[in-house]
């Protein structure tokens, strides 16, 4: 798949890139995908919740009344679960909500979820850059040109660049990331990805291993 290349200002460079049909153009394999997603979400969870049990909530241990002859069931503390203030039953209790996928998995959730992306014409590639200092402006004013503005946008670099990341930091649905770092739920998140000519050969590279 061939993909013309552009310049900050969003005309054409008349070079072109050609896409890796092992990564861009595969069978996509849905189920792979959420499979990876689910594993990116959960990993999102912090597991703090707690909730106190029995043991745990501080009160009086002393039985509340008589065992018998009361008309009413048997009661041995104020801290049972049954009474308002006592502990729960079967509570939420910290954990890890993560789990193991294997790397080739991982592997081809992330090329499917690349090859639905450009089925759907939602990839560009821009020319190599960098901007002289971080200014919003800046970002926004490339954003415009590819006429982007508004939509929820992905731009993977080959190399970290802090003029480009932090000039980006302030405006909503737009993020960016470096190749290495690309993730499936990222690239599905994204309306469109804009790609740099050495972050797709950084990327190709990275699958080609």
Not at 1 to 19: P, Y
Not at 129 to 137: Q, S
Not at 187 to 204: M, R
């Amino acid at each position: 798949m061939e993909v013309k290349v552009l310049n900050i200002s969003g005309k054409e460079t008349g070079a072109k890139v050609q896409l890796s049909e092992s990564v861009f153009g595969i069978e996509p394999n849905d189920h792979a995908i959420y499979l990876d997603v689910k594993q990116y979400l959960a990993n999102q969870r912090q597991g703090t919740h707690k909730s106190k049990q029995r043991n745990e909530i501080a009160g009086s241990t002393r039985k509340l009344y008589k065992q018998k002859g009361t008309g009413g069931a048997r009661a041995g503390s104020i801290k049972s679960p049954l009474f308002n203030g006592g502990g729960r039953v079967f509570g939420p209790q910290p954990r890890d909500y993560g789990f193991k996928l294997n790397k080739k998995l991982k592997s081809l959730a992330r090329k499917s979820a690349l090859a639905y992306k450009a089925k759907d014409n939602s990839v560009l590639v821009l020319e190599d850059f960098t901007f002289d200092a971080v200014k919003t402006k800046s970002y926004r004013g490339l954003l415009e040109a590819l006429n982007l503005d508004g939509q929820k946008t992905l731009l993977v670099l080959p190399a970290p660049d802090n003029n480009i990341y932090l000039s980006s930091r302030n405006i909503q649905r737009t993020k960016v990331v470096l190749a290495s770092q690309l993730n499936t739920y990222d690239v599905l998140n994204a309306g469109v990805l804009v790609f740099t000519e050495n972050s797709v050969k950084s990327l190709e590279e990275a699958f080609a291993k």
